[in-house]
């Protein structure tokens, strides 16, 4: 695959994988080698949305957070990488939507 500058590669995670035991630190090692060997083209990182359809404080949603502030520290290495992160209050959006 040949990307330039003018592409960009959107990288959006699922909150899935962080609430079912996944290999946190190997996915954030997976995609800072991705970002690395991709350091020819535009990458847009986006958090880990938060679990909709469980509470707050529940312990999916607190690795979801967890995952979250170790991506925007890892992200920091790389001053031209764009993190942006999703929030979403009361009821801007059906919760079916992020299940």
């Known amino acids: 695959m040949n990307l330039g ?4 590669i959107v990288i959006n995670g699922g909150s ?9 630190n190997g ?10 060997n991709h350091n020819n083209t535009n ?9 909709h359809d ?5 312990r999916p ?3 979801i957070q967890t995952f ?3 991506l925007a520290k890892s992200q920091r ?7 942006l992160k999703w929030t979403f209050t009361g009821n801007t959006l059906p919760n079916m939507v992020f299940t």
């Open 77 to 83: 290495n790389y001053s031209m990488l764009p993190y």
């Open 61 to 63: 949603n607190l690795e």
């Open 43 to 51: 990458i847009i990182v986006l958090n880990i949305p938060h679990r």
């Open 27 to 36: 996915i954030l090692v997976r995609m800072t080698q991705f970002i690395q």
């Open 68 to 70: 979250n502030a170790k």
């Open 16 to 24: 899935n994988d962080i609430g079912n035991n996944a290999n946190r």
């Open 5 to 8: 500058k003018k592409d960009v």
């Open 54 to 58: 469980l509470a707050k404080d529940s």
